[in-house]
Nanobody
């Protein structure tokens, strides 16, 4: 199983980036997907989630600016980030998870760095 996150980079305040997470080795349709972020010395925090039926939730800190989506045909999830702020600077990780027959399956991508700076 592999989750490959991409799309990070340098953006100016007010700018946009789109992160992608490509999944392989799982039937992506059955998995919920999430984006998390982490900065040095802090715990990883939830940014947004999307269920297998495409119900979304977004953290208050990014609500109205970030949007999570998925394309099951491409085994991929996305995080559209608009109106970026310096405090959005972090390593962003994608996650895929599901419960199946009493077992919890949880997979993580390698992280992609987002830097918001002028």
């Amino acid at each position: 199983v592999q989750l490959q996150a991409s799309g990070g980079g340098l953006a100016q305040p007010g700018g946009s980036l789109r992160l992608s997470c490509a999944a392989s080795g799982i039937f992506f349709n059955n998995y919920a997907m999430g984006w998390y972020r982490q900065t040095p010395g802090k715990q990883r925090e939830l940014v947004a989630t999307i269920s297998s039926s495409s119900v979304t939730e977004t953290a208050d800190s990014v609500k109205g600016r970030f949007a999570i989506s998925r394309d099951n045909a491409r085994n991929s999830g996305y995080l559209q980030m608009n109106s970026l702020k310096p405090e959005d600077t972090a390593v962003y990780y994608c996650n895929a998870n599901r419960w199946l027959r009493g077992r919890y399956f949880d997979y993580w991508g390698q992280g992609t760095l987002v830097t918001v700076s002028s």
